[in-house]
């Protein structure tokens, strides 16, 4: 199984576009947030299930804060990451999701890629399609692949 996960397109979808076109086919498409206003774009280019929350510049958004859901045997926490501090480290959110019982947390909002493995917890940020922050500050991208075994592998890219 291959999954793309981005965040904070912040209605800029070319990149996100390019990524689509380079990467597939994706049997799904994760989007941790900052989508403003595109909900409807980044859904129906995708070709495959999307999952996608409201991030903190999502004004009158109808997409829910966060979720759960199953991706595999994983059980994975999709938030926008604001509210727990992720600009400053991922040690809050990763309390919270070893709290909550997941495997697995995506979240965006800092525009920097992460992938935080430590003990039962994986953290994932794919950065930012449009306003990367990131030393080098080119817009980023995770390919989280689902092995024959189940087992998740991930993969920063960048445009």
Request: proline share 4%.
């Amino acid at each position: 199984m291959k999954v793309l996960i981005v965040s904070d397109t912040h209605h800029y979808n070319e990149n996100y576009l390019r990524v689509l076109e380079r990467v597939a086919p994706v049997d799904m498409v994760i989007h941790c947030g900052d989508i403003e206003g595109s909900e409807y774009l980044i859904a129906d280019s995708a070709g495959c299930p999307v999952q996608m929350v409201m991030g903190n510049n999502d004004f009158f958004s109808d997409l829910p804060r966060e979720k759960e859901f199953q991706i595999g045997k994983y059980k994975v926490w999709l938030t926008h990451g604001h509210n727990y501090y992720v600009s400053m480290s991922n040690e809050t959110i990763k309390k919270e999701a070893k709290d909550r019982g997941v495997d697995i947390v995506m979240f965006g909002h800092s525009h920097r890629p992460v992938v935080d493995i430590e003990g039962d917890i994986i953290a994932v940020n794919p950065g930012s399609l449009t306003y990367p922050r990131q030393v080098g500050k080119r817009p980023s991208f995770i390919i989280m692949d689902i092995d024959r075994k189940g087992e998740a592998h991930f993969t920063i890219n960048y445009l």
